[in-house]
Each structure stands twice: as structure tokens, then as C-alpha cells.
């Protein structure tokens, strides 16, 4: 059974109905927003917008901090509605939406003034002038999100969206709707005045209507095959976009690692949120002198993890059939070319119709669909190469360039190696928690995504830097105005030599 099934409500209005992943029992259903309705939430936005840009941040920021009051008091409402649509353990929804949301509704409310203050940078050459740099907001931000992290990733860049003074529309994933519809109700309860945020609900045809709507920026979070029909629209209604993708991360395990946190990490990072993370270690690469106790250790701990539906778990189901289809036929292409389950390899039909066991793979090539395209499941594939060169060919060998991780006691070393990763970013000695640094700038690299969200980079992606050049001493006229002279021309002269030309010059350059 689908998870989400579009039916036919009122007078012709699409709807959707949603059950849950884990039991399967409908949940609710959540009325299509048209085309129409969608420019007309726009619209209201870009009304509104105004006034909430002219207010100060201090301002703004309250609106953040009593956003994160209701969150830390009403935490148990929130993380039912986000279990019941996702089907993760309660520590896991704490720790990947609720922990997240209330750092970043705190770090960008307190940060976001000293980021966004006017800046005034002395000018190198021309000295008769000021340069003063205003962050103006954009205006009306359009934000898609994935249903892999339904609240944080809609939340987190509204966030960012608000505080540089922009109205925000946002469009959760079908999947999840009515977690997505939490960012809205958080911030209407926090104070954000009306139609400043609004939440619309659909699939890809709202999603495409949000890109077609006016906006002023789209914030993209989804798969790279999306991720490029959404940047083509953005090319053609020339609206600037960042596109957070899909990934197929590598993780690094040299011979001096601490095998018992890699080991420990390997197994988290890959059945984190069943596997289902963008930034989720989707392959391993293990240095031979060090691979049986690796893989012995990550084989013992996988069989530790518990797959349910209540209580203390640690994994939950995968979000939807699709899903499930896609690591099933890269499971059965890895068995069919000579890959060896050591745990796993199958659905857990005790626990629920999308379960799939967390699994672990050795005799794995590089050719296998499992080391080549986005996984997105509990699936842990281990290689053993010779050295660290074979596991960094390996690792850039892909059309994906997310995030990876290198595990080593020598930092030095593990830097070197996070350096040569055509990757976004990079973790040392953890799986990967960049988008959880608010000070990280977050983005892929080749197929990965365009772009980077959060920390400065990110709040000031939400702006426009306008840079205003003052005249400081009003003289009647400046050299290079009209008339053009041989006379002017050699002063000009002169001072190109000196300029270039002279260490001296070159210094104050
Ligand atoms: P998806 O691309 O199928 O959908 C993402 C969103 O785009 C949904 O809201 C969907 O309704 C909307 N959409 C679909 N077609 C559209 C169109 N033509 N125009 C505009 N919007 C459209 O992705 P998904 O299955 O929801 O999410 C999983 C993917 O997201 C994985 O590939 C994962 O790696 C990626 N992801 C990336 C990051 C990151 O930060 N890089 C974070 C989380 C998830």
C-alpha cells in the first residue's frame, strides 16, 4: 500500500491521504494547494513582507526565542505528530528535528545582527570614496523540502529566510505534510505576523508551481533528479536557487583508526533514520590490515540494533514502497555480481510491510549499483582497499559529492585526506554532523547540489549585499570626467606605475 495516495475530494479539489510507514493506518488527509492558490499565498507574502523586514533584529529574533519556548514545551505534541508520519523512535525525532530546530531558532536569532549589520570595508584605492554593504532581504522565499527530515529541513532555512527580513512560502514534501504544516503552526503560534509564512501542500505539480510563482529565491532540498528539473525552472525564470541533493557518501577507515569508534560510527552513519540521510555513509572503505577486526566489530554491533514500531528502538521503516524497491534492486544487483550478506538482506516483515533489516555487505565492487547510485537504506557496504590512495580514488569516483567522513588518530593525516574529497564537506572521527553546525556552510559539490546553506554563507544567501559607494569630499568634479586630456591621461598613466608597478603600491593593494 502507498503511503501517500492523491483522491478525489470536494468539487474536484486533489487531496492526499497519508498513512503511517510504520503501521500502515491512515493518518489523515491534506487538500492539494492549486496553482493559483499558491501565487495567491505569494502574493500575501509579498504584502507582508515590508513591514517584517522593518522590523529590527532584536524583534525578529523574539519571535525565534518564543518559537523555541513553545517547541521545548509543547515537545511531546510535536514529536507525535513527527513520529506518526515518519515512524522513527522517539530519541531519534528528538535528536534529528527537535534538538536541531531549537540550536538553529537560537544561534541565527543571536547571530544574524553581527552577520547582517551593515558593513563598511575601508576601499584599498579609491580613497576620496566610502563603501558601505547592506544586506537587503530578497523578498518572498520559496522553500521544498524532502520528507527524510520533514521539520528541521523546512524549519532551518525559514529560519535563516526570516530573520534576513524575507517572507517565506513553503512546500513540505507529500510524504509528510503534516509535519512539514508544524513550521507553520510553530511560527504563527511564536507571533510571526500573518502571511509572512504560510505552508502549502502538494506534490511535485505545487512544488513546480512555487518555482513558477514569482518568488524571489527557492530553497531546494530533494533528489538530484528533481533537484535539476527545479534549477532549470529556476535558469528560466532566472531566480536564484540553492539545490541540496542527493548523496552517496564514502567513509574512510585507515590502518591507525580507532577501530571500535569506526566501528561504532560506520553502523550509525549508515542506519541512521533507517538509512534514509543525505549525508548517511552509503559506502566503506577499509584499509586490508585493519578489515576483519572492522568488519567483525560493525557485524556485531548491527546485529545489536533493534527494528520496531513502539517503544525503545533504533530503526524504523523506510518512508514509502519506492524506497524499498530501491534498495531491494540494489541489493539483488550486488548478490547477483558476487556481494556476500554477512547480516540482513531482507525485509523484516515481523516488524512492518517497509521494514528492511540493517545489512551489512562484503565482496563488493565498484561497479555494483550499490556503490554508485544513492541507496538511501540501511545498507552498510564494506570494501577493503590496499592504502589510503585506493580509498581516495574510490571515494571521488562518483558522480555524487555530498559529504564523507575519514576515520584516523592522526588528525594531520585525516586532513590531508579530507582535503583531496571532492566532497562538500568532510567529519573526522564522526559520521557526518556538518548540517547540524549552524557555523558550517552546508552544500554538495559535482552532482550533490549548487550552492551552500547555513552559518554566514547561508543567512546572507537569503540577501541581496548592496554595496553603496559614498563620495567623501564633494570636489566640483573628479579626473576622469570629461574633458578626456593628454594631461589626464598621463597622471592616469602615472598612476597605473606606481600602483602595479611599485612594491610599495603593491602593498596597499
Ligand atoms: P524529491 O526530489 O522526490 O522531492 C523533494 C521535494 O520536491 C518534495 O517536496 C516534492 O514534492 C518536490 N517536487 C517534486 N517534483 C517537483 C518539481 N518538478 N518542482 C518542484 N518541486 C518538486 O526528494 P525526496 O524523495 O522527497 O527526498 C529524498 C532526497 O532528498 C534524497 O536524494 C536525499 O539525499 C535528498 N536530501 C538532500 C539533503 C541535502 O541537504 N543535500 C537533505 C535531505 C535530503
Known sequence: MAIVQPIEADKGRRSLKISSPATMEKIGEVPVTTAAEVREAVARARGAQPLWAAKSFADRAKVMFRAVDILRAEQERYLSVLMRETGRSHFETLMMEVFPACDSLTWYAVNAERILVDKKPSLHLLKTKKLLITYRPLGVCGIITPWNGPFILGLNPAVQALMAGNAVVIKPSEVTPFSGALVGELFRAAGLPEDVLTVVHGDGETGAALVDSGVDKISFTGSV??????GEACGRNLVPCTLELGGKDAMIVCADADLERAAGGAVFGSFFNAGQYCCGTERVYVVEAVAEEFTRRVVEKTRELRQETTGEFDLGPMIWPRQLETIERHMADAVTKGATVLVGGKRNAAAGELFYEPTVVVDVTHDMLLMQEETFGPILPIVKVKDDEAAIALANDST????????????????GIAKRLDTGSVCI???????GACEAPFGGR??????????????????????????????????????????KEKVLQRVIRWVWGTPIGRWMS
Do not use: M
Open 225 to 230: 533528479a528533481t533537484g535539476r528539473k527545479v
Open 400 to 415: 555524487y559529492g555530498l559529504s564523507g567522513t575519514v576515520w584516523s588518530k592522526d588528525e594531520v593525516r585525516a586532513v
Open 429 to 435: 572521527n564522526d559520521s557526518s554532523i556538518t548540517y
Open 446 to 487: 559535482k552532482s550533490s547540489g549548487v550552492g551552500q546553506v547555513n552559518g554566514e554563507i547561508g543567512l546572507k544567501g537569503y540577501c541581496h549585499a548592496q554595496p553603496i559607494v559614498i563620495d567623501r569630499f564633494g570636489t566640483k568634479k573628479e579626473l576622469v570626467w570629461y574633458p578626456y586630456t593628454a594631461d
